[in-house]
């Protein structure tokens, strides 16, 4: 049986789940491949890129902060990479990469799914404006989400992201210092780096009301500051992005493999296991 070779690509990967996600889907599917994680700088990736699709590799999946890159990378793309403008599944075929996006279908998946929760109507906040929020945003616009708002550190990102989407009556941008004056949200989306950094996320208990969801597109230790913040602010549900990670990987999988594994086990072997603090979780 010819073993398929795939890859994580990212800075830093050490700790990714992936390779043993996709180990475990493998062997559910009777599916042979080889999945590795290798560290990639940005000013290397389009070199190792290159090399791994010379060596054999048939597709990849790629974390932060190369998505960005990723999208230029790519030949083709499916519909939410284009959307979203940033690449988390590359695909080899027919001499060049084509790119696709998992990670919103992973999220929306997973809370609609998993946790049986109705998106439909909720305003919408999003915190951080890289290549997390850019991947998910398309998926919570297509879930039903009334409104969604964007905040980043650097403002000029966010407004980039809702110049791509084109919905001004459904997708704004706002300044961090003004978040204690637009009251609370139905749902909050954490999307920042602040929890691998060790940041202050400095969030405002306005934000927050009787009936607000608090999701981390983090997992592990890398998520529990923005948790505890939730915690603290009353949000009526708190999710991290442990169930997000494996139900993007399903998707990627899919894509490669033609067939979408369960991932119910899983996931509960995983959030049984432990695992330690991973980067953000839509690697």
Request: hydrophobic share 40%.
């Amino acid at each position: 049986m010819t073993r398929k070779h795939f890859a994580l690509f990212g800075q830093p990967v050490g700790q990714s789940l992936s390779p043993r996600i996709h180990s475990w889907f493998a062997r559910e599917s009777g599916i042979a491949l080889d999945y590795t994680s290798r560290e990639t700088s940005p000013a290397d990736f389009a070199q190792c890129l290159e090399a791994f699709a010379h060596s054999g590799g048939a597709g990849a999946n790629v974390t932060q902060p190369l998505k960005g890159l990723a999208f230029e990378q790519a030949a083709t793309w499916g519909a939410a990479s284009q959307r979203a403008g940033v690449v988390n599944t590359l695909t080899w075929r027919n001499g060049a990469w084509h790119g696709d996006n998992t990670d919103g279908a992973g999220l929306v998946h997973d809370l609609t799914g998993r946790f049986r929760l109705d998106l439909r109507g909720r305003r919408t906040l999003v915190l951080g404006a890289g290549g997390a929020a850019a991947g998910v945003l398309p998926a919570l616009l297509d879930a039903g989400i009334e409104s969604v708002t964007l905040v980043n550190r650097t403002p000029q990102r966010a407004e980039q992201l809702v110049e791509r989407h084109d919905d001004p009556a459904r997708v704004h941008a706002r300044y961090w210092a003004d978040l204690a004056n637009l009251g609370a949200f139905d749902f909050i989306v954490d999307a920042t780096s602040a929890g691998h950094s060790g940041s202050a996320l400095d969030l405002p208990f306005a934000i927050s009301g009787a009936r607000t969801l608090a999701v981390s597109l983090s997992y592990g230790a890398a998520a529990s500051r923005f948790l505890g913040w939730a915690r603290a602010a009353g949000c009526s549900e708190i999710h991290d992005g442990l169930g997000m990670l494996v139900e993007q990987a399903a998707e990627s999988f899919a894509i490669w493999h033609g067939v979408r594994p369960d991932t119910g086990d899983l996931y509960l072997e995983l959030r049984s296991g432990k695992s330690e603090a991973g980067p953000l979780s839509t690697d």
